[in-house]
């Protein structure tokens, strides 16, 4: 392996990358893996610098699996990894150099060209198989005074607390409807927060949800023992918890002073009458996650709607593979489906690579292969009993914007303007040609924050199917990247033009 020409190349550095890693290095691969945090471990796994001191986040039963595999990541001779680097673009899978689908007919490259920014500038990278396992982000839900300072999502929270031991504000009003809003207000309790109330859109387990969770116990037991965990933290912290309870809203003037909650009916529609509002300086939402499929997207890759497991996944074979030859997927961009789950997965991937490659035979791919299937089929019953009981209302969630609230805060687009201009233009069917004409989406973020809310939005006005309306395009580079750096490669010689990349392409 040279360091432009990993072997396999692993772009995220989370429970999939990470198990992908250890699996693939298992069994002899050189594997590279970049991921634009400081530190592997994603979302779930995230840490602050262990030098520093302090408590680590990842202490407890719940994180031992998270701890033994990032201690197995590190110690391999066979994985590098390369931390605050940026995976920008790939090309040579069948999109031009600007990132536009390339003809019918152009030819197949041998493998993808994927264009990383880091501290050594920018590079392309030639792998010989890429596994891509970008995570997912909080679905972010617009409502009036959602860009007070004091407003997070959930994940925004757990992310100041995990990675830099901050507290997001004192007094913390948590809403949504994840679980994930239980285990962070139980970290933020033990933390020292007051955290005031946490609220579930939707009501309790009714019967079949319960049976279906029973079914879905065995292989997943270290997962509901950490939200009972958490339950009993909040209990024993007096913090009260709320079912059929939504966040209209939160005010203030130059920051959140108060979050108005409402009692809602089973269709997540406020009760007249029951409008409450709560004292506090930070409200955090948590409705669920957005598959990363930004950069799978832009290479080519096709993905497909599947509201209840997070928007947009990439489509994928039984082994992970991707619809582009040599790309692989694994994780929350394949769709919502939790940590566990995306270390099996990871592990199912990395198998498939290794056989692609040839370091694995029949026989020792076929001893694997149960273990992980096992694993993989658990995780899927308890990703399937979420989605069920955990998914968002997304229209429900859609009427509480207002005319005046800002959808896409990048470019400070409000839902009235888009309104207006699904009025003068009666003909707009697609995301992207409501983009073109109001300029959600086109900021820094590239759509990551109004993405999903635009789509439902458009929905609502329109009644054309979500799937119809797609995503965004995805174009490189797909997140910010200083000019100066692309400069200072081309100068050196370092940065190829990336290039549809035919069979000439250099190995
Ligand atoms: C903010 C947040 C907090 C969460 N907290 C929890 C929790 O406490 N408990 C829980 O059970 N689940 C949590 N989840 C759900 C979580 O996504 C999964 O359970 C798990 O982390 C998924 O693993 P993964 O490997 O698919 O992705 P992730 O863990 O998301 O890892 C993906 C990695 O890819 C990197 N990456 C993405 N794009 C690029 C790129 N272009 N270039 C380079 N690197 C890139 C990211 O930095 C990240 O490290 C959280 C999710 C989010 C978004």
């Known amino acids: 392996m040279t360091a432009t020409e990993p072997q396999v190349l692993i772009v995220g550095a989370g429970p999939a990358g990470l198990a992908a890693a250890v699996t693939a290095a298992r069994h002899g691969a050189q594997v590279l893996v970049v991921d634009e945090q400081a530190r592997p471990g994603g979302q779930i796994w995230r840490r602050p610098d262990p030098d520093a001191g302090g408590p680590d986040p990842l202490a407890g039963p719940a994180y031992d699996a998270g701890r033994a595999l990032l201690a197995r990541a590190a110690a391999h ?20 150099p600007d990132g536009f689908a390339a003809p019918p007919g152009t030819p197949v490259p041998e493998g993808p ?8 500038g920018v590079e392309i990278l030639l792998p010989r198989a890429l596994l891509l396992t970008a995570g997912a982000y909080d679905l972010p839900v617009p409502v009036p005074g959602w860009t007070l300072p004091g407003f997070f999502t959930v994940g925004g929270i757990q992310a100041l607390l995990k990675g830099h031991r ?16 239980l285990i962070a207000a139980a970290q933020l309790v033990r933390a020292g927060a007051d955290v005031a109330e946490v609220a579930f859109a939707q009501g309790l387990p009714g019967p079949t949800e319960l049976t279906r969770a029973l079914a879905a116990l065995p292989g997943n037991r270290a997962k509901v023992a950490e939200g009972l965990a958490a339950v009993r933290t909040l209990r024993q912290a007096g913090v009260p918890i709320h079912t059929h309870t939504l966040l209209l809203r939160a005010d203030g003037e130059e920051h959140v002073t108060t979050a108005v909650l409402a009692g809602v009916d089973r269709n997540w529609r406020p009760v007249p009458g029951t409008e409450r509002t709560i004292a506090c300086d930070t409200v955090g939402t948590g409705y669920g996650f957005v598959p990363s499929t930004e950069l799978a997207r832009q290479a080519g890759c096709e993905a497909t709607w599947n509201g209840p497991a997070g928007g947009w996944v990439l489509v994928h074979d039984h082994a992970m593979r991707t619809t582009l030859p040599h790309i692989w997927a694994a994780g929350e961009l394949t769709g919502i489906a939790g ?6 997965a990871g592990k199912r991937a990395a198998l498939d690579i290794c056989r692609s490659l040839g370091l694995l035979d029949g026989a020792a791919h076929a001893r694997e292969l149960p273990s992980v299937e096992r694993e993989l089929a658990a995780t899927t019953r308890m990703a399937r009993l979420l989605e069920h009981t955990c998914a968002p209302d997304r229209a429900a969630l859609n009427a509480l914007a207002e005319d005046d609230t800002l959808l896409c805060r990048c470019e400070e687009v409000t839902y009235g303007q888009i ?4 009025r ?4 707009l069917g697609t995301a992207d040609a409501v983009k073109l004409l109001s ?11 109004c993405g999903p809310a635009l789509v439902e939005l458009l929905h609502e006005e329109t009644h054309i199917p979500r799937e119809a309306l797609g995503p965004f395009t995805a174009r490189p580079p797909i997140k910010p990247l200083p000019v100066a750096a692309l400069a200072a490669a081309h100068d050196a010689g370092t940065h190829e033009p990336p290039n549809p990349a035919g069979p000439e392409t250099p190995r």
């Open 77 to 96: 001779p066979g994985i590098t990894f390369a931390h605050d680097t940026t995976a920008w673009g790939v090309f040579g899978t069948h999109t031009t």
């Open 113 to 120: 060209r994927v264009a990383v920014h880091g501290p050594g």
């Open 166 to 181: 901050t507290l997001a504000g004192r007094r913390i009003v948590l809403a949504g409807a994840h679980p994930l809003l």
């Open 339 to 344: 940590a566990e789950h995306a270390v099996a």
């Open 419 to 422: 309104r207006r201009t699904l």
């Open 424 to 427: 003068d233009n009666p003909g």
């Open 439 to 449: 300029r959600a989406g086109m900021g820094p973020c590239q759509g990551r924050m």
